[in-house]
């Protein structure tokens, strides 16, 4: 991380910066949710104060349950950050072993099994999410789930081609040579050199998550009211948004800024993490 702020700092990349700043921000809101709002403030019915306009009581106004919209901004970001990173982790974590097994042993199983993610990605991501938490039924475990399953066969085929190639390279060979099992070779010498691969899609694959969930939950699909999420919100206050403007606004634009936050993020970490390029940043191990 360090050495990826120093080289932010020393190019000048300012949108990556500003981009990491919103996340460190949002992650802050994230993780000290319980500490700033109550849990009964944000998901509590307060008809009086349904669809209050920001003021001093509601600096961004309440919804048309009379529920704090910042408190529920702070937890939407707590809801959405936990899918989209348990996701991503597990998708990368399944895509990484099944494209990694099926790039080192190149046989008729990785054939049928790379064949198998090629007919699941032939389907769009969303349809094959949307099959998913109909089967499992809604909820935010379900969500999780159902992105990270889908989001499998594309890691998996993004992560085996690498790993083809390097299994051939000499440092491989040559520590076949001294005795190394396959495993070994696999997750001690193979893997850890397309860590750059793994940090930089996973970083772009928490945006494609985020909206995803957030396209899911605006659809039912999500967390069941009154758990906050950006995306049920705009759903559920859309009817309001010529009248009131700012219940949809709100979550609205907290979405739209950490989308691009994190796809700023993203470009930075490609920039940094790409051997082809003229600046010190991690390289392939040759």
């Given at each position: 991380m360090l050495a990826f702020l120093r080289f932010l700092l020393g190019t000048r990349r300012h949108m990556a910066l500003l981009g990491l700043a919103?996340?460190?921000?949002?992650?802050?809101?994230?993780?000290?949710?319980?500490?700033?709002?109550s849990w009964p403030s944000a998901t509590l019915v307060n008809l009086g104060h349904a669809l209050a306009r920001p003021s001093l009581a509601f600096p961004l106004g309440a919804d048309e349950m009379g529920r704090d919209m910042i408190a529920r901004l702070v937890w939407g970001a707590r809801?959405?950050?936990?899918v989209a990173g348990a996701s991503v982790g597990v998708a990368l974590l399944l895509g990484l072993l099944i494209g990694g097994?099926?790039?080192?042993?190149?046989?008729r199983a990785s054939f049928i099994t790379m064949r198998a993610m090629d007919a699941i990605i032939s389907f769009p991501r969303i349809l094959v999410a949307i099959m998913l938490i109909t089967i499992l039924g809604p909820g935010a475990t379900s969500l999780t789930l159902a992105i990270a399953i889908s989001s499998v066969p594309v890691f998996a085929r993004l992560f085996r081609g690498?790993?083809?190639?390097?299994?051939?390279r000499d440092f491989v060979l040559a520590s076949r040579s001294l005795g190394a099992g396959d495993m070994r070779l696999l997750f001690r010498h193979v893997m850890p050199n397309i860590s750059a691969l793994i940090i930089v899609q996973g970083s772009i694959s928490l945006a494609e998550a985020v909206l995803i969930a957030s396209g899911l939950s605006f659809l039912g699909l999500g967390p069941q009211p009154p758990v906050p999420e950006w995306g049920a919100m705009i759903a559920q206050s859309r009817a309001h948004l010529l009248s009131t403007p700012h219940v949809v606004l709100v979550p609205g634009i907290a979405l739209f800024v950490l989308v691009l936050a994190l796809n700023l993020v993203g470009d930075g970490l490609?920039?940094?993490?790409?051997?082809?390029?003229?600046h010190a940043g991690p390289r392939v191990a040759s």
């Open positions: 919103v996340i460190a921000v949002f992650l802050a809101a994230a993780l000290l949710a319980p500490l700033l709002y809801m959405s950050l936990i097994l099926c790039g080192y042993y190149d046989n690498p790993i083809l190639s390097l299994k051939s490609r920039d940094f993490a790409d051997p082809k390029s003229g």
